[in-house]
């Protein structure tokens, strides 16, 4: 199993590995932050205000990424993608501080505008910047380190949210003591930010001028790929980033208890996600895709109707790994068809794709929760989920990446070699 993560050069390995302790505070962030506004932050308005409001956060955190991704991939692209990476990371360390330290709804939406422009401006360099420095070869194994390591900082991050009691014990209320550790944990995320200024790019061609929201090599790809990802991200908005509040909305239980259930579940995936470039080269990268895909929306039809928390958080942690074993698996697939020069450009536009509609969507699942009607959202999600794989699957089932055309020529080679010179005839 690990040798497939044998021979990733080092600077791909020296980024990821610098990614961990923001991937922490990302974790912390999309976990706690559904349960913290409406139950604390917000705690003096009506419930259903409260709700509301925690929608319109969290959908303008995903709309200002999706506004700003696609011209933040070209200015790394054009200026320097390392730029982008610091910026990034220095903008979500500040707005996580942003939303602990106020209660006000215009300073908590700044800061949802500084989390979704560095978020974006995180991922758009981040991903082409591995996909460069790991190489055709490695980039699958390369993408597979990097969700490996980011559902286990996520899982951390979950599960640092348990803390909160701990602190309550030095004499702080419930919001105070979850106050300190969004504070504590931001700090944590900034504290990687020099070490960003050693990572090195390499030098690609610069990109053809664009005159429209797709790059003109990679439009082709990339407008197949917006089809399955629009509809994927619908469903996923109606309930992923809201699972500590559907939690607490369907069964009573509180984020201190559903965190580390959350975090357990990442920890699952993380360890799945291991076995996800073994799995593609076995059956194929797209159909591992689709078959994990499909093995998830099955056990998440099953959550709304489990009868305890406990049966609720162990399928739900299984739908969690089954969906995102492919996680990995479809970003090696977009950065190996795209044109390496619109790499940045190419992330870009596939998170506008992705958050958008999730944005969208959170906000219509945050609603549904807050009115009790809290299966609505899964069952609308598996809908959208059946959709997306089988266009995936209609539209991708004959893509062929660089790495699979160098292992079909180097058999032929092979088999030519042993089968010796042609007798003459």
């Not at 690990?2 to 991937?23: N, Q, T, V």
């Not at 790394?76 to 707005?95: H, I």
């Not at 560095?118 to 980039?139: C, H, I, M, N, Q």
């Not at 629009?230 to 992923?240: I, K, P, Q």
Request: charged letters at 10%.
């Amino acid at each position: 199993m690990l040798e497939d993560f044998r021979g990733i050069p080092w600077e791909a390995r020296f980024l990821i590995y610098l990614s961990f302790l923001p991937g922490i505070s990302l974790g912390f962030i999309y976990t706690d932050l559904s349960y913290f506004l409406p139950n604390l932050a917000l705690s003096y308005l009506p419930h259903d205000s409260a709700f509301f409001w925690m929608g319109i956060v969290v959908g303008t955190m995903a709309a200002t990424l999706v506004v700003s991704s696609v011209p933040l991939g070209i200015v790394a692209d054009r200026y320097g993608r390392r730029r982008l990476l610091v910026l990034g990371n220095l903008l979500a360390g500040v707005s996580l501080m942003g939303f602990a330290l106020t209660t006000s709804i215009p300073l908590l939406l700044a800061a949802a505008v500084l989390e979704g422009v560095g978020e974006a401006a995180f991922a758009v360099s981040f991903g082409a910047l591995v996909a460069d420095r790991a190489g055709d070869a490695k980039r699958t194994s390369a993408f597979a380190l990097v969700a490996f390591l980011g559902w286990t900082s996520g899982a951390i991050g979950a599960l640092s949210i348990s803390s909160v009691a701990a602190i309550q014990v030095l004499g702080f209320d419930e919001r105070q003591a979850h106050v300190a550790l969004y504070v504590v944990v931001a700090l944590l995320g900034l504290s990687v930010t020099p070490l960003m200024f050693k990572v090195h790019e390499g030098k690609v061609a610069p990109a053809e001028p664009r005159k429209g929201f797709f790059p003109k090599k990679s439009k082709d790809v990339l407008v197949r790929f917006s089809f399955y990802s629009v509809t994927l991200a619908l469903g996923a908005g109606l309930f992923v980033p809201l699972m500590t509040a559907w939690f607490h909305a369907a069964y009573g239980v509180t984020d201190v208890v559903s965190g580390p259930v959350l975090a357990g579940s990442a920890v699952l995936t993380s360890a799945a996600i291991l076995l996800a470039p073994r799995f593609a080269r076995r059956i194929g990268m797209v159909k591992a895709i689709v078959a994990s895909q499909a093995l998830a929306t099955a056990f998440m039809l099953l959550v709304p109707s489990s009868p305890t928390f406990a049966i609720a958080g162990a399928v739900y942690s299984i739908r969690v790994f089954l969906m995102n074993l492919s996680n990995p698996l479809g970003q090696s697939l977009l950065m190996g068809l795209v044109s390496p020069d619109e790499r940045g450009a190419a992330s870009g536009v596939a998170a506008s794709l992705w958050r958008l509609p999730n944005a969208l969507s959170s906000f219509v699942g945050a609603a549904l929760i807050g009115a009790g009607l809290v299966a609505l959202p899964f069952y609308i999600a598996t809908v959208l989920y059946v959709v997306a794989i089988s266009l995936f699957w209609f539209m991708f089932k004959n893509a062929k990446l660089p790495e699979e055309s160098m292992r079909s020529a180097q058999v032929l080679a092979q088999s030519s070699s042993l089968e010796g010179p042609e007798e003459p005839r």
